[in-house]
């Protein structure tokens, strides 16, 4: 079976995120970039899916500017198949609609049985490009995705999402879409082997026009970034235990009225 | 009603509306002047349901009740409400930030065609138009957004918002309008409920007590849990105990787990990695207790102790157990 893998290319948790010279926009200078942590769980899994099935294809698929080849690079490097990089400044403003209008051309395209995604990127933290693109293909969709099983004939995958107080186990004809929780699976780092094959897997380059799409405005723009509201100083509590555990809950209870 | 205000109920599979939607219910009405409305998919409508959500202030609930709309299915949810919002041309549709309404807003809005605003924890109106403020790389920055078209599709962080007052003895007209039969693609097959700790769930908590690895092992959550219950809280971890696999995934508070923002935040050998953070860091109050006075949590924390979290704890919930049985 054919599998495709939606990805995002991020900065790093642990990287300074900087406000640009353009207000609505950061300083990538300096920026490490990586694959957002919940995409790896989906790559992980198809993987997965495909080492038990045999006979199938992983194919990596990312939008963004030419810095995204390596996050495909790495996918590759992982053991998907071949990549697709949705290349093109038509996209520079897109948002979740605009990306997932992307995808989904791309995915009617390949035709896939499976597609995989995480639950959220961890830069925008909108969670929202797996049910738009469920949406646009009219494809079932289970977020939240703790286990899952493609059935022995393909055309089915079960699947359990972790939802408020318990797991719910649907069945889903496929085609169909699972966006990936934390707790799926544990994703493998790329071997040596697997960087020096990537580098001879293919990363196609395609354009908005070789999917029939145009530049949109996007339904949704940022206005400005902003620095957070500074938390007010805080302070640590001295003397003993009995003692400073004693403040605390005075200070919680008379001054934070916090309980 | 034209220009009204919809907000999406977020219930507990019961029938009562979870607390969360009067805090949505409130910011939605201070946005809309009063001009708010409750869409409520349930298969198990209650009375004492449909007077809590007038009593926070909802003019009109959509009531729709069909044995299609349990367990949630994101297909069906967006079908049936894409189709009344069409009729009745809302000028906003919010959400609570919900496992469930997460995804639902979003497939919503992709078949309005409009944008979406996801974990918002600001609004205002300037002008004419709606901006939203959404926490953006791990709460490092904020957002503040606007839609190109109406209507204005958004998810709110729970806790964050000043819930509505109730107002006892207001009402909501119910109207139950008529739909296309809803067709569902994903077949049920089972709920397995999470072992219950009798604790608070995390996402809505208004005090949640984490531990780090401080902790040491995964025996010693029982003392968090023994102070939780004096205080009413619910028990979370780090990234750095689940990863231990000292508590199951479903309690990691941070940037791979849950984001929360309650009232109170008590964190106990907790470093504040900023995983960590990006999931409490608008909690109003911070509490940390570690034994190294370089943990990075001590720089957004309310309160701090540098102590053993072992002595600290079970102080600590005598103390908490003196003050609340006064």
């Known amino acids: ?259 | 009603m034209a220009n009204a205000f919809w907000c999406i109920v977020e219930d507990d599979r019961q029938g009562m509306p979870k607390k969360v939607m009067s805090e949505v219910i409130g910011e939605a009405a201070r946005l809309a002047g009063g001009q708010v409305e409750a869409v409520w998919l349930t298969d198990k409508a209650s009375d004492a349901g449909l007077k809590q959500l007038g009593e926070w202030g909802a003019t009109r609930v959509w009531l729709l009740a069909n044995a299609a709309y349990a367990p949630y299915r994101s297909e069906v949810w967006a079908g049936a409400v894409a189709e009344l919002a069409a009729k009745e041309s809302p000028k906003a549709i919010f959400g609570a930030v919900t496992s469930r309404q997460r995804e639902f807003v979003a497939r919503l809005a992709a078949r309005l065609g409009v944008g979406l605003a996801a974990d918002c924890v600001a609004f205002a109106m300037e002008g004419d138009r709606l901006v939203a403020t959404r926490p953006i790389y791990a709460g490092k920055l904020v957002a503040r957004v606007a839609w190109a078209k109406g209507p204005w599709v958004a998810t709110l962080r729970p806790n964050v918002f000043r819930p509505a007052e109730a107002q006892p003895g207001k009402t909501a007209a119910v109207e139950r309008p008529s739909l296309s039969a809803p067709a569902a693609i994903m077949k049920f097959v089972e709920r397995r409920e999470d072992v219950s700790t009798g604790l608070p769930e995390l996402a809505e908590a208004e005090t949640v007590i984490s531990g780090g690895r401080g902790m040491k092992g995964p025996e010693n959550y029982v003392i968090l849990e023994d102070l939780a219950r004096v205080i009413g809280a619910a028990v979370g971890a780090s990234r750095a105990a689940v990863d231990a696999g000292w508590r199951p995934h479903r309690f990691q508070i941070g940037q791979t787990g849950r984001t929360i923002s309650p009232k109170l935040y008590l964190g106990f050998g907790v470093s504040g990695a900023i995983q960590h953070l990006a999931g409490m860091r608008t909690s109003k109050v911070i509490v940390a207790v570690n034994k190294d006075p370089e943990a990075p949590i001590f720089k957004i924390a309310d309160y701090g102790i540098v102590a053993d979290l072992f002595e600290v704890v079970p102080a600590l919930t005598a103390e908490f157990k003196k003050l609340l049985e006064k």
């Open chain 1, 1 to 259: 079976m054919k599998i495709l893998v939606a990805v995002k290319q991020v900065p790093d948790t642990a990287t300074q995120v900087k406000i640009g010279a353009d207000p609505r926009a950061i300083d990538t200078a300096g920026i490490t970039w990586i694959v957002s942590p919940y995409d790896e769980y989906a790559v992980e899994e198809a993987l997965r899916i495909k080492e038990k099935r045999g006979e199938s294809e992983v194919v990596a698929v990312s939008l963004g500017p030419d810095r995204v080849k390596e996050t495909l690079r790495s996918c590759l490097a992982m053991g998907c198949d071949r990549a697709i990089h949705l290349n093109d400044p038509a996209w520079k403003d897109a948002d979740t609609l605009a990306t997932a209008k992307a995808l989904a051309a791309v995915i009617k395209q390949e035709a896939p049985q499976l597609v995989l995604t995480g639950r959220q990127a961890i830069d925008d933290d909108m969670g929202a490009v797996t049910a738009q693109l469920a949406e646009l293909l009219g494809w079932p969709c289970a977020y939240w995705i703790m286990e899952e099983a493609v059935d022995a004939d393909g055309k089915n995958v079960r699947a359990a999402r972790q939802m408020e107080g318990g797991v719910e186990v649907f069945d889903l004809p496929l085609p169909a879409l699972l966006a990936a929780q934390k707790g799926l699976n544990e994703p493998r780092y790329p071997t040596l082997k697997g960087i020096m094959g990537a580098k001879k897997k293919e990363i196609r380059d395609v354009k908005a026009a070789d999917l029939g799409l145009a530049a949109e405005p996007a339904q949704l723009s940022i206005v400005g970034l902003e620095a957070p509201p500074p938390r007010p100083p805080g302070r640590v509590i001295q003397g003993d235990v009995p003692t400073a555990v004693k403040e605390l809950v005075r200070a919680l209870r008379e001054d934070a009225k916090a309980i």
